[in-house]
């Protein structure tokens, strides 16, 4: 079992940039796949990116070019770099993580990223 928290949301304007952490109680070296989601407010929670633990990349199309995953195994941390950020990509993000054995899910609490001028 792993438990999650994730640090760095805030508010910023069109176009600034945050970077987001996610800490692993647990070792996430071998067994797991991250990501992290994201919900707007009346909307569904979406996947944002994702990393499988050899490193392999996804992102949905809204912030491809713009937003980056990264996974360090001896820290136990993954981070959601976000660059040049839009009014829509304002929501709560979580972090995930999905155990490759049994599938199960885990998740952070969220942070909330609000981009607005």
């Known amino acids: 079992q792993v438990q999650l928290v994730e640090s760095g949301g805030g508010l910023v304007q069109p176009g600034g940039s945050l970077r987001l952490s996610c800490a692993a109680s647990?070792?996430?070296?071998?067994?797991?796949?991250m990501g992290w989601y994201r919900q707007a407010p009346e909307k569904q929670r979406e996947l944002v990116a994702h990393?499988?633990?050899?490193?392999?990349?996804n992102y949905a199309d809204s912030v491809k070019g713009r937003f980056a995953i990264s996974r360090d195994n001896t820290k136990n941390t993954v981070e959601l770099q976000m660059n040049s950020l839009k009014p829509e990509d304002t929501g709560v993000y979580y972090c995930?993580?999905?155990?490759?054995?049994?599938?199960?899910?885990?998740w952070g609490q969220g942070t909330q990223v609000t981009v607005s001028s």
């Open positions: 995930n993580a999905r155990q490759l054995l049994t599938n199960k899910n885990y």
């Open positions: 647990g070792s996430i070296s071998s067994a797991y796949a």
């Open positions: 990393i499988t633990r050899g490193g392999s990349t």
